[in-house]
């Protein structure tokens, strides 16, 4: 399958050395399964944004991340939002998982990005499942993961960011997510105070926090889910002093009663929202797909599946969260998103914010402006003068 192009009547964002550069030395390494090793690529691509980000005042550092942001920021102020306390230039996002231990805190809104999601940050360090642990689905613009909340801890990540002198909360170009996971040593007994002990030592640094209990490859993550489970998790994180303003991520796999559960526990619980969704345990029609990597087809691997294959499912979840929810419960939607019809989609269905990581690795950084440009156009196809106008409108793309 081809990269999606923009329609004709939808013109991409105008091409930058940026965009050049991706689509000449990296889009290459991602058109097959066996290309460049996924997580080596990452890991090569976050060291160079952390030493970026760490020296973003020295003025060559300065002029390219100046360079950078001139390519892919789109700003207008229809665009910009209000939600649970943080200002929002835009409705685009970084989805958790790409900067775990966010060594590029201080430099994610140079690529366009209204907020970026930090993590998932467990209270212990660890260092994730086995490799390989991260697999290419070139042709189905997909990728499998068991990382595992590979990740350096909280007390770790908080040195991280102060390092990089961070502008205090809601003084950021960029608003900056902290998602948070729950230890794999903990048991679910003591999951509460595991994860207030991130919580509590990284707040003072995060505009917002998110209780990720929708990940499939943490044993007995999921569990969490489960309302009596959640509710006491909630709670015990809204005790802590300073609380930021408190979201929880959900799987995809989840039965209608279980989702509507979770949207009653939001509102009752006061949660600032709700992330849908995580990566699918569900091979989503890809049973019988082998996996190059190791033979075997996707129906006999672990991990959670993201990219496009998952758009469809995340697109009922949300809206099933919205019937239940109503339109005061601030959602976020994420997977599958990777044009601006599908970022549309997402809003017209009920989300205030989107996310991007699968489909952002395949587009390549223009994908944002795209998603931007494309949003903006459609305002005015729909005489809307802001974006929280289209959110939940039920408005088709045009």
């Known amino acids: 399958m081809e990269t999606q192009e923009p329609p004709a009547s939808e013109p991409a964002a105008a091409s930058g050395g940026t965009g050049t550069l991706y689509r000449r030395f ?205 509710r006491r998790l909630v709670e015990r994180l809204r005790r802590l002093p300073g609380c930021p303003p408190l979201l929880v991520k959900i799987a995809p796999d989840l039965e209608d009663d279980a989702i509507d559960a979770i949207a009653r526990l939001a509102y009752e619980e006061g949660l600032a929202g709700v992330i849908a969704v995580n990566t699918s345990q569900s091979r989503l029609g890809l049973e019988q797909r082998v996996l190059t990597a190791t033979g075997r087809p996707l129906a006999e691997e672990a991990g959670g599946l993201s990219g496009r294959p998952l758009r469809a499912r995340a697109l009922e979840v949300l809206r099933r969260l919205r019937a239940t929810a109503g339109p005061a419960l601030p959602l976020i939607g994420v997977g599958g998103i990777d044009s601006a019809e599908t970022a549309w989609e997402r809003i017209a269905a009920g989300a205030s914010l989107v996310q991007v990581y699968t489909g952002w690795i395949y587009e390549g950084p223009e994908l944002v402006p795209i998603i931007l440009e494309g949003l903006v156009r459609q305002l005015d196809r729909h005489g809307l003068r802001t974006i929280n106008e289209a959110v939940g409108s039920g408005l088709p793309w045009s």
């Open 26 to 230: 990296v889009e290459p390494l991602l058109r097959s399964d066996d290309g460049a090793d996924a997580e080596q690529l990452s890991r090569l691509t976050l060291t160079a944004l952390a030493q970026a980000s760490q020296r973003r005042h020295w003025p060559l550092v300065e002029g390219a991340l100046a360079g950078l942001a001139g390519e892919l920021q789109r700003r207008d102020p229809r665009l910009q939002q209000s939600l649970f306390g943080c200002r929002f230039a835009n409705p685009v996002g970084l989805a958790a998982g790409f900067d775990k231990n966010g060594v590029a805190a201080a430099i994610w809104d140079r690529f366009g990005f209204g907020f970026a999601e930090l993590g998932t940050v467990t209270w212990h360090p660890q260092p994730g499942n086995p490799r390989p642990r991260l697999f290419r689905l070139a042709a189905e613009r997909a990728a499998l993961n068991r990382m595992g909340f590979n990740n350096e801890g909280a007390r770790a990540v908080r040195r991280i960011l102060e390092r990089q002198a961070l502008p205090a909360p809601g003084q950021r170009p960029a608003v900056l997510g902290i998602n948070l996971g729950k230890s794999r040593v903990a048991s679910l007994e003591l999951a509460p105070d595991d994860y207030a002990s991130s919580l509590e030592l990284l707040a003072p640094l995060a505009d917002y926090a998110v209780v990720n209990v929708s990940s499939p490859n943490t044993p007995g993550l999921r569990d969490l889910q489960e309302e009596s489970q959640l």
